[in-house]
């Protein structure tokens, strides 16, 4: 029993710091939140070259081998420093499913180059339902010569734009299949959609007759079910991962400034109003810290409570985040409420993950499923 | 990073396993004497005292098997050993800052439970401002006299011995003039008064000293070193059993669900409704949270780190929960989770019907309150944590400067 980092997984995530502190500062944030592609090419070459991009695919890959809890850990710094790019949509969306239900081909394919930084992925979860699972996936894929004709409107997809594929469940007569889709195929429109969080670039995704081979198929035919539910495992767990480093950050910026501001002729953090505040903040802080840890070592080892583990750290840290970041602004007052503090980039943030891959309420009622069974 | 057990600790696990379902008490333990020989029973399998030196009559463990050995109790509900302050708080405060008579004279009595003990901390006037405590101490040259009136203290009925915190020098800073005694009760300058709670028990008890008589060798420390052993033994409240709570919190869940499918509402089980489902999905990934802390905790144990300031937190957070939880049951129990002598049988709603009142819905609502409150309320938790973990300012009091009074 040993729930604490090993030195590398401390390196690691000091080197995950060091690095975004240079480039991805929340100057830089806000450079890409008005850019139209939304990140920065630069430092995506850097995180091929770190290793970041293949950390959880194997050598023969290119990627390091190592870890969901390694994963977890670089996932926690981007949510900390607000990074806004497509890394959790091609690493989990897109890299981790391919990892676990790919082709040889396939994943010599992409894996490489997603490790290699020459590709960007993500997947096509959402539909207009706000189920977090595939049941009502309504998108259709009809059998056409050796091939798939795939149609339907996908909501929500995330960093599309520049996704060289786009994993898509769709809906056939054998049950519900995952398909690689070229985003540039004929008969994919894409419409920019904006959201509050301006890190992350939403997309609709609609498909009218796209065409696609054989070779497209992720699994077999109608079996990709228990396929999306281990990627929506790792997708809950990663975006937790990026909720709890905006938490612990805006966690951070609340104590640093309850320790200069004065009102009444003393430090606002030697109020109990204040301190109490922080301290709460601190417990749901490190509460989010044990469940996603937990859930990241419980998925890595395919511990027993895997997939329970996951949906209660999903739904523990959306809320927790969402709270902490919330208080914060609380906490600063005024300035926590303007356009130039950098608080609403982690609030807004954390808002967005909360709902994404699976709400609280689809979390809990796969826990109650659990418990009562 | 690896949350499974040794195969030694699953070994381990095991043969206690084995030894409770030989020895586990078949009927609810009614008297002291009763109490004790389970006690002692406990202590002769070794699974008391399990981490004091062994010189004293300890066994030497590490945090897991002690961890393991509780958590192990509380799967099967066992009846606690009945010296509990005994052994989580007074025999390691020996243990720490006795010196060798005192750790030879005191320490195996507590293990086998030939002497009980209590705590005597809170006062009237003094409860989340400890340091104001007002117990006199005087020293008279062969020994100190004692003089003041001590409150919550639980166990007080069955102890034989207290340990004590006593002002001796009213004239230095609050902090600074508090020092730790080793106090016999059944003498005439002490009375005992159970002090009926809440749950309609009595638990807790008032101390009243007058006149009462401790000897010099039994002051533990120096003069003036109470508070800061104090605060070292709350600190042990705060740290141990925590697995094993949490165990306890996960079978009293399981049963909570058992009642929610057997309770209906609209003529289908109240487990079927999916508000319902929610709020059980949403406790659940609660109770889990705390079970992973727990596990935080025992790694920083078993590496030989005091969780410090770190325990406020884990205290803060499932004191708190333990509240929600208990709500949660009554709501989901309604009326049947009020009844303080259990529900209608057939029905099998409580947690446990083999002992008596304390096994009932209403019990574990009403004592819930008391978990935010004993061992430092969750406000002096919070301001442990803003000062210490966060390092936040000091607010200002009235009472930084001067002496006690």
Known sequence: ????????????????????????????????????????????????????????????????????????????????????????????????????????????????????????????????????????????????????????????????????????????????????????????????????????????????????????????????????????????????????????????????????????????????????????????????????YYAAWSLEAGAEDAAIAASICKSYVGEAARKVCGEAIQVHGGIGFTWEYDLHLFFKRAKSLEVMYGDAEHHRELIARHVTA | MDLTYTPEDLAFRKQVRAWLEGNLPRTPLRTLDERKAWHRKLYEAGYLGMGWPKEYGGG????????????????????????????????????????????????????????????LYSEPNSGSDLASLRTRAEDKGDHFLVNGQKIWTSGGKVADWGLLLARTDPAVAKHKGISCFLLYLHQPGVDVRPLKQITGSSEFCEVFMTNARVEKENLIGKLGEGWGIANLTLGYERGGRSLARITSYASQYHRLVAAARKLKRNGRPLVDSPVVRQKLGRIWAELEVERYNALRVLTQLERGDHPGAGGSLTKLSYSEFEKRFNELAQEILGPYGQLTDGAPPELGLEIDTAVGEQGTWAYAFLWSRAGTIYSGSSEIQKNVIGERILGLPKEARADRAGAAR
């Not at chain 2, 897991?64 to 509380?74: N, P």
Request: net charge negative.
């Open chain 2, 60 to 119: 030497g463990a590490r945090p897991m098997e002690q961890a393991i050995v509780a958590d192990e109790m509380a799967q099967v509900n066992a009846p606690a050993p009945t010296n509990g302050l005994g052994l989580g708080i007074v025999g390691p405060t020996v243990v720490v800052h006795g010196n060798e008579w005192q750790k030879k004279r005191y320490l195996q009595k507590i293990l086998t439970a030939e002497e009980m003990w209590c705590q």
């Open chain 1, 1 to 292: 029993m040993n729930f604490a980092f090993t030195e590398d997984q401390v390196l690691l995530r000091n080197s995950v710091r060091g690095a975004l502190d240079a480039s991805c500062r929340t100057a830089d944030v806000r450079a890409m939140m008005e850019d139209p592609q939304g990140y920065a090419e630069p430092l995506w070459g850097e995180m091929a070259k770190l290793g970041w991009l293949g950390l959880p695919f194997p050598e023969p890959y290119g990627g390091a081998g190592l870890g969901l809890v390694e994963l977890a850990i670089v996932l926690e710094e981007m949510g900390r420093a607000a990074y806004p790019g497509p890394y959790f949509a091609t690493v989990v969306l897109g890299g981790l499913p391919l990892l676990l239900g790919g082709s040889a081909a396939q994943k010599e394919k992409w894996l490489s180059a997603i490790a290699s930084g020459r590709a960007r992925l993500t997947a096509a979860l959402q539909e207009d339902s706000l189920d977090g699972d595939s049941a009502a996936i309504a998108t259709t894929a009809a059998r056409a010569g050796d091939g798939f004709t795939l149609s339907g409107t996908k909501r929500f997809v995330p960093w599309a734009h520049v996704a060289d594929a786009v994993l898509v469940p769709a809906r056939g007569p054998e049950g519900v299949s995952l398909f690689l889709v070229d985003p540039k195929a004929a008969g994919v429109t894409l419409t920019s959609t904006r959201g509050m969080d301006l890190t992350t670039r939403w997309f609709t995704m609609g498909l009218d007759g796209v065409k696609v081979g054989a070779d497209a198929l992720v699994g077999p035919p109608g079996g990709a079910a228990s396929l999306l539910e281990a990627a929506l495992r790792r997708a809950a767990l990663g975006a937790s991962a990026e909720m709890l480093g905006a938490a612990r950050r805006s966690l951070d910026m609340s104590v640093e400034y309850a320790k200069v501001r004065e009102q009444f002729g003393q430090l606002i953090g030697s109020f109990q109003a204040i301190r109490h505040k922080c301290s709460e903040m601190l417990m749901e802080v490190e509460n989010s810290h044990s469940a996603v």
